[in-house]
């Protein structure tokens, strides 16, 4: 694509400084500022029941976890730690999963990968 010419690309320059120069103040207006404060407040709440909901399907799904760690390591000791071990990478990785997918499957996943470590 050709340059265009330094006389157009000059009077172009002027008209977009004119165009700009009449923009109103960038600054954040005060029911800008209004509206993300209550929209924060909104999320916040929203965050707190969806950290509840994770939480009650986690724990939920222990038993099921239980039982594919007792079919991988045919032994209960064993099982428990997994299972043990697999709650806390969860919870502490559940930042990580991935809402609309299976919770069960995500934690499975993470027991299969320390089991076979």
């Known amino acids: 694509m050709p340059a ?6 000059r009077h172009l ?6 165009a700009y120069a009449n923009l109103p103040d960038p600054s954040e207006p005060e029911c800008l500022a209004d509206l993300l404060g209550r ?15 994770f939480r009650d399907l986690f724990l939920a799904i222990m038993p099921s976890l239980l039982r594919f760690a007792l079919s991988l390591s045919r032994d ?6 997994l299972v043990q071990g697999t709650s806390l990478k969860g919870w502490r990785n559940r930042h990580q999963f991935r809402p609309g997918t299976s919770l069960e499957a995500w934690l499975c996943t993470i027991l299969r990968y320390s089991f076979y470590r």
């Open 4 to 9: 265009l010419p330094e006389a157009v690309c």
């Open 13 to 18: 320059g002027q008209e977009l400084g004119a």
């Open 39 to 53: 929209l924060e407040q909104v999320l916040a709440v929203q965050d707190a029941q969806s950290e509840t909901a």
């Open 76 to 81: 209960r000791s064993l099982a428990e730690d």
